[in-house]
């Protein structure tokens, strides 16, 4: 496993604050993806599940949701796939350890902007994160 340097834990974003829905079963992957995000300037809700996800969601309210895949009762394509007919241009990212599997799976990518792999990298998750601009955003 790849551990973040600590200079690369002091760089702070520079493309701008982002609202962003956090999805994960795991606590903590959750309040670290939070913590990390909320440390470069974002907004971050964080949910521990699916059903949640789809309670907070409304469109319009976030620039970019990211979810893990493997969760119980609800997974991540099956989060994906709710906002997405809720809001066809919002921007969904997937975490997940099954990466390799999930790059053969047509169907689920094309529900979804981008892959995280798990454990995720604070850099990985920053360079997902800056191509997806604020909507309303005056660049």
């Not at 829905?21 to 907004?43: F, N, S, Y």
């Not at 990466?99 to 995720?120: H, N, S």
């Amino acid at each position: 496993m790849e551990r973040a340097s600590s200079s690369s834990l002091v760089k702070t974003s520079t493309t701008g604050q982002r609202r962003i829905l956090v999805v994960d079963d795991e606590a903590l992957v959750c309040q670290t993806v939070m913590i990390l995000l909320k440390h470069d300037g974002h907004l971050v809700t964080a949910v521990s599940s699916g059903e949640e996800a789809l309670a907070v969601f409304e469109p319009g309210k976030f620039d970019l949701v990211i979810t893990d895949f493997a969760m119980p009762s609800m997974n991540g394509r099956q989060v994906a796939e709710a906002i997405k007919s809720r809001a066809p241009g919002q921007a969904v990212g997937l975490f997940t350890a099954h990466a390799e599997r999930l790059r053969g799976d047509t169907e689920t990518l094309g529900l979804v902007d981008f892959l995280i792999e798990k454990p995720v990298d604070i850099d990985s998750l920053r360079e997902a994160v800056s191509k997806f601009p604020r909507p309303n955003s005056e660049n």
